[in-house]
T-cell receptor, first 114, second 113 residues
């Protein structure tokens, strides 16, 4: 069964440093997403990406965040200057064309900002 | 705005007990509804889904029926197992809004032998 792959599984970074979280979505999917889950809390939408541009973003997704699909396979989330409150599990997901299919999520990257 | 509300956890049951996790939603459009499960230390897995009113989603003994009149999508299982211990998330998606998923807060289920 096709998978969404995320790397690394765990990233520790110092406050103020830039981090890039990487995802390889399912190859024939068209929509790509990043979600965040702070420990013990609900899963929150960050951004959706379609046709090489952001289609929607939440208020969490401020100027410190950016996404890119540089080569047609990878889908990255960059945080320019990490803050302690960015510590969370970050999930990438992709969606095919069928409306009711539901997403395929990656296994997540746990980001710890110290 | 669109939202999902789940019953609070944690829910603790004995093995073979009946499970219900309540989920209600508010949506301006016509959402698809989902249950996702998150096992300890793992990511989110789609458990079941329903795309229109009166649809019943089912998988691994779990069921949920899309009830438009009560805006609900309650998760049920007749006989839970220890291996069902996980966090369960109800979610909605309105496809013409770019497919954004809106999650409930999650309900932790603990099944004791």
């Amino acid at each position: 069964e096709p998978e969404v792959t995320q790397t690394p599984s765990h990233q520790v970074t110092q406050m103020g440093q830039e981090v890039i979280l990487r995802c390889v979505p399912i190859s024939n999917h068209l929509y790509f997403y990043w979600y965040r889950q702070i420990l013990g809390q609900k899963v929150e939408f960050l951004v959706s990406f379609y046709n090489n541009e952001i289609s929607e973003k939440s208020e969490i997704f401020d100027d410190q965040f950016s996404v890119e699909r540089p080569d047609g396979s990878n889908f990255t989330l960059k945080i320019r200057s990490t803050k302690l409150e960015d510590s969370a599990m970050y999930f990438c997901a992709s969606l095919g064309w069928a409306a009711g299919d539901g997403y395929t999520f990656g296994s997540g990257t746990r980001l710890t900002v110290v | 705005g669109d939202s999902v509300t789940q019953m609070e956890g944690p829910v603790t049951l004995s093995e073979e007990a009946f499970l219900t996790i309540n989920c209600t939603y508010t949506a301006t459009g016509y959402p698809s509804l989902f249950w996702y499960v998150q096992y300890p230390g793992e990511g989110l897995q789609l458990l079941l889904k329903a795309t229109k009113a009166d649809d019943k989603g089912s998988n691994k003994g779990f069921e949920a029926t899309y009830r438009k009149e009560t805006t609900s999508f309650h998760l049920e299982k007749g006989s839970v197992q220890v291996s069902d211990s996980a966090v369960y998330f109800c979610a909605l998606m309105i496809y013409n809004q770019g497919g954004k998923l809106i999650f409930g807060q999650g309900t932790e289920l603990s099944v004791k032998p």
